[in-house]
Structures are given as C-alpha cells and as structure tokens.
C-alpha cells in the first residue's frame, strides 16, 4: 500500500489517498487512532470521490472510526470490461424507454460484485497491518457486495446497508447465510427500488439481531440522523 497524498481535515482527521497495485482509496482516520475500522461502499460502483460518500465517512471518522473506501475493478473511474460498458449502455436505454430493468441490472451488478469483493478483501489485508487501525471491522454501503463480503470475509463484524441499489439473485440467496448484526436503511418511496423486495431482503437475513430503519421520501431522502444512529449501531458491535 503507497500512500500518495495526506491532509488534515479542519475537523481533525487525517485524509489520505492511496494505491494499492491497481485500486486508488482513501483512507480517513480520527484523532484518536488507533481504531476500529470500517469499510464504506457507495452503492451498485459509484466512486469513492462521490460527495455524499465523503460526507458520510468523514462523519463516521469523527465517531472514532477509521473509514476506508477503494473504487474496485468497475467502479468510479476503473476502466469497465466491454461486458459492462455494454449492459451500461443497455441499462440507459431501457430507462429511457420505460423497459423493465431487472436482467440488463443482473447482468451489470452480479459480475461487478464477482470483480469487487477479491479486492475489497485485499485491501482489507493491508489496512489491518497498518498501526492506526485495529479490528473489528465493519461495512456500510452498497447492499450486494456487503452481502458477498459479510459471508465470505469473517473480519466482519457488523453491517449497515443501504436498501437503494439493485441486489442481485445470487446475494439475495446469499442473504440467508449473513449472520453478523445488521442495519438495513430503507427509504419507503424509492422510485427506482421496490418496496416489496427490500422487505423481502430484509426477511431473508439470516442474522438473529437485524433492524430495519424505514423512513418516507425518494431515494436520496436518507435523513441525517440516520447517521447518528448508524454510529451508536458500530458502538454497540465494533468497540
């Protein structure tokens, strides 16, 4: 791991840019390092530069937590395969004819997720043999890679995901074999994501301790609050 930039953010926390063979991250660490860490995905490969990402890390950092994100093989600025350029290029001409979504989204998530979550769990390798953090490790983000990493990756401790993405068929049978404390964000009038089948989701979780945190409006709606209480969740199960 090659840090390549650092600076202290007006709040204390440390920000740094690194690389890792081919996958650029940020790593956000607090004051108080050493710390817990947590693992942050935007939802269905948007990039870790995204603002709304930045914001939630940088809040989750102040809690005492440091907070990693990487853009993984098809996400953010990474080249995409032509597989994925094309089901991209499939997906935004059935939105904008009104089709039906679900087998062009299958054919762009799945093998994203397949790519992502191998690197993920690299970097997850060499933030755990730096000195300013310690386990356990937490996951907050993008549903259908939190899924395939809550299952395969026993680091994790606990998860928070976020119901506005698509989820495949695969991590929706996986679902059942996720068995860390979970909290599920659901936003109830999410014009792009069903109701239904989040609800469906969240029902499958194997997890004996679950909650689910529904609240009104559209799919960017999340209210703030949700992370004061998305970090009393990480208090409980990560310090």
């Known amino acids: 791991m090659q840090f390549t930039s650092e ?3 007006d709040d204390g926390i440390l920000e740094r840019e690194f690389t890792l063979g081919e996958i650029p991250g940020t790593l956000w660490t607090p004051v108080s390092a050493p710390a817990p860490l947590i693992l942050m995905a935007h939802n269905n490969g948007l ?12 809040h989750t950092a102040a809690y005492g937590y440091a907070v990693a994100s990487i853009d993984a093989a098809g996400c953010g600025d990474r080249p995409l395969s032509p597989a994925d350029r094309q089901a991209r290029a499939d997906l935004h001409r059935a939105m904008q004819a009104g089709e039906p979504l679900d ?8 093998p994203m997720v397949d790519k992502a979550a191998p690197e993920w769990r690299t970097t997850l390798d060499a933030l755990l043999a730096l000195p300013e953090i310690t386990g356990p490790v937490g996951y907050s983000g993008w549903t259908a890679l939190g899924i ?3 299952v395969t990756e026993p680091r994790i401790a606990a998860a ?22 979970l909290l599920l964000l659901l936003q109830w009038d999410d014009e792009g994501n069903p109701r239904q089948r989040a609800l469906d ?6 997890t004996k301790e679950k909650t689910l945190h529904a609240n009104t409006g559209g799919h960017l709606g ?9 970090g009393r969740f990480y208090d409980r199960h990560l310090k």
């Open 148 to 150: 395939r990493l809550a």
């Open 201 to 206: 989701l969240f029902d499958a979780f194997g």
């Open 103 to 110: 087998d062009i989204l299958e054919s762009l998530v799945g």
């Open 222 to 230: 999340t209210p703030w609050f949700e992370l004061e209480d998305g």
């Open 47 to 58: 990039p870790k530069a995204q603002s709304r990402l930045v914001a939630r890390a940088r």
């Open 160 to 181: 928070n995901f976020f119901a506005g993405g698509y989820v495949p068929r695969a991590q929706r049978e996986e679902a059942r074999q996720v068995t860390v404390p």
């Open 7 to 9: 600076q202290r953010l």
